[in-house]
């Protein structure tokens, strides 16, 4: 069975940084692309970021590029999202997914995905 747990979050000041981790287990890690997805309160959850199964290719949502960066460690069953400069409007819920194939070629949707974790909270504050 996949699980991914995804930790890192918190409470940050606007302008601050944080590192979400996913640690994947259950699926060959590094065959699958894999993702992040957030959701505020009170909106759909929407797509922030992805990277292939090398961590060659990634994609971002455009209120986030030049700010978050996903990666990955293979060796470690682990993808992450450095968010900088972070906002009060990046307070949300931050979900990683795994997608269904190794290769992403744009933004990713919640179809795409199909094994997700529980979330972590990460508020900014002005």
């Known amino acids: 069975q996949v699980q991914l747990v995804e930790s890192g979050g918190g409470l940050v000041q606007a302008g601050g940084s944080l590192r979400l981790s996913c640690a994947a287990s259950g699926r060959t890690f590094s065959s699958y692309a894999m993702g992040w997805f957030r959701q505020a309160p009170g909106k759909e959850r929407e797509f922030v970021a992805a990277i292939n199964w090398s961590g060659g290719r990634t994609y971002y949502v455009d209120s986030v590029k030049g700010r978050f960066t996903i990666s990955r460690d293979n060796a470690k069953n682990t993808v992450y999202l450095q968010m900088n400069s972070l906002k009060p409007e990046d307070t949300a819920v931050y979900y990683c997914?795994?997608?269904?194939?190794?290769?992403?070629?744009?933004?990713?949707?919640?179809?795409?995905?199909?094994?997700w974790g529980k979330g972590t909270l990460v508020t900014v504050s002005s």
């Open positions: 997914a795994t997608a269904r194939g190794s290769v992403v070629t744009g933004p990713q949707t919640i179809g795409d995905m199909d094994y």
